[in-house]
């Protein structure tokens, strides 16, 4: 499998720190101290079908392609705007595509997920080209008055066109069923015939659990994977993380003993948008011309599930 090219969109208000310090007990120093968010992007009338659409047209005039030239569309989504349909139908209808469409729900690490998947449909002959969307709205999750996870989050959409040339060299994914530190419960609905409910529950987060998680799993899984591909730390070009949070990124790289420069950023200015994180990086750092063909990617994401993602991929596009 290899990435044809690359596309995001963003919603149009940007929130910065001094705007949350408005209505909450925060502050810009201690956000910038403790994540090295600056600000992020926070939906207003927008919906995710538009942001979906937007980066994946724009991926796929990257790959100098069309939405006829796909036949398999993945979309990984903790919440669309709709329970059902899925993201991934409306959105195949929304771009003209004329393929099978699905949503998964991989969280933070769900780029990962479906760039696996992709690659299987992709070496099972079931598909020659696949879009992988990841479209989040976490400002739709989170309680607007809990200081502790609120400002940590963004919204946004990163899309990727895969096909079945060499490129990439390794996946590894791991998930472990724990709901204890990250959740989020829906409506319980209303039916009469319920015993028990769980109550609806905006996105909770422990957050020194999840960091602690993510630093070690995030170095594991990088350490694994890059061996599976035969590919020793010093050789990988850039390293692209989740953007949860920049202490953990910063955590990571110093256990992995490698250099800020192979560690690109945008978490200052986009928070943490879940599954859509590493390609919206991935889109900002080909757009901006840090990519050269012939380049070793190594990307991790975590998240709730707990889940954990990882490939290493060489990078092809010119
Ligand atoms: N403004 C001011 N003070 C705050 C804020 C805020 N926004 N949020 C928390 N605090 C306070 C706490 O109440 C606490 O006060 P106390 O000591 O009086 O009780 C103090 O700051 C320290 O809180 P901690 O939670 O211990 O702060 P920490 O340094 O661990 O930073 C953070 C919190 C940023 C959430 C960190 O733990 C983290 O990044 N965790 C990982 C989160 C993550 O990566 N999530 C992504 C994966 S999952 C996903 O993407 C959905």
Request: net charge negative.
């Given at each position: 499998?290899?990435?044809?090219?690359?596309?995001?969109?963003?919603?149009?208000?940007?929130?910065?720190?001094?705007?949350?310090?408005?209505?909450?007990?925060?502050?810009?120093?201690?956000?910038?101290?403790?994540?090295?968010?600056?600000?992020?992007?926070?939906?207003?009338?927008?919906?995710?079908?538009?942001?979906?659409?937007?980066?994946?047209?724009?991926?796929?005039?990257?790959?100098?392609?069309?939405?006829?030239?796909?036949d398999y569309?993945?979309?990984?989504?903790?919440?669309?705007?709709?329970?059902?349909?899925?993201?991934?139908?409306?959105?195949?209808?929304?771009?003209?595509?004329?393929?099978?469409?699905?949503?998964?729900?991989?969280?933070?690490?769900?780029?990962?997920?479906?760039?696996?998947?992709?690659?299987a449909l992709l070496k099972a002959g079931k598909a020659a080209?696949v879009?992988?969307?990841?479209?989040?709205?976490?400002?739709?999750?989170?309680?607007?008055?809990?200081?502790?996870?609120?400002?940590?989050?963004?919204?946004?959409?990163?899309?990727?066109?895969?096909d079945g040339?060499?490129?990439?060299?390794?996946?590894?994914?791991?998930?472990?069923?724990?709901?204890?530190?990250?959740?989020?419960?829906?409506?319980?609905?209303?039916?009469?015939?319920?015993?028990?409910?769980?109550?609806?529950?905006?996105?909770?987060?422990?957050?020194?659990?999840?960091?602690?998680?993510?630093?070690?799993?995030?170095?594991?899984?990088?350490?694994?994977?890059?061996?599976?591909?035969?590919?020793?730390?010093?050789?990988?070009?850039?390293?692209?993380?989740?953007?949860?949070?920049?202490?953990?990124?910063?955590?990571?790289?110093?256990?992995?003993?490698?250099?800020?420069?192979?560690?690109?950023?945008?978490?200052?200015?986009?928070?943490?948008?879940?599954?859509?994180?590493?390609?919206?990086?991935?889109?900002?750092?080909?757009?901006?011309?840090?990519?050269?063909?012939?380049?070793?990617?190594?990307?991790?994401?975590?998240?709730?599930?707990?889940?954990?993602?990882?490939?290493?991929?060489?990078?092809?596009?010119?």
């Amino acid at each position: 499998m290899r990435i044809l090219g690359t596309g995001s969109a963003l919603p149009a208000l940007t929130v910065t720190n001094d705007d949350l310090a408005k209505f909450l007990d925060t502050s810009d120093e201690w956000i910038r101290t403790h994540t090295g968010i600056e600000s992020r992007q926070v939906i207003t009338d927008e919906t995710l079908l538009q942001l979906a659409a937007r980066a994946a047209n724009a991926a796929l005039e990257n790959a100098g392609l069309t939405s006829a030239d796909i036949d398999y569309l993945l979309c990984s989504t903790v919440q669309a705007d709709t329970v059902t349909p899925s993201l991934g139908c409306v959105l195949q209808a929304e771009i003209g595509a004329a393929c099978p469409a699905l949503d998964i729900n991989g969280a933070c690490a769900g780029f990962l997920y479906a760039l696996d998947l992709a690659d299987a449909l992709l070496k099972a002959g079931k598909a020659a080209r696949v879009l992988v969307v990841c479209a989040e709205g976490m400002s739709r999750m989170v309680d607007w008055s809990d200081r502790s996870t609120c400002v940590l989050f963004g919204d946004g959409a990163g899309a990727a066109v895969v096909d079945g040339g060499e490129g990439l060299l390794a996946t590894r994914l791991t998930s472990a069923g724990d709901a204890t530190f990250l959740n989020m419960h829906p409506s319980p609905g209303n039916s009469p015939f319920a015993t028990s409910h769980l109550p609806m529950r905006a996105l909770y987060m422990d957050g020194p659990e999840i960091y602690r998680f993510a630093v070690s799993h995030s170095v594991k899984d990088l350490r694994a994977v890059c061996e599976a591909a035969g590919v020793a730390l010093e050789y990988v070009d850039h390293f692209l993380l989740h953007q949860a949070n920049k202490r953990i990124i910063d955590a990571a790289r110093v256990r992995l003993k490698q250099p800020e420069e192979k560690f690109p950023l945008n978490v200052q200015v986009r928070g943490n948008t879940s599954s859509a994180s590493v390609p919206i990086l991935l889109d900002e750092v080909s757009r901006a011309g840090r990519l050269r063909p012939g380049d070793i990617l190594a990307m991790s994401a975590f998240g709730a599930g707990l889940t954990t993602g990882a490939c290493v991929l060489r990078w092809t596009k010119e």
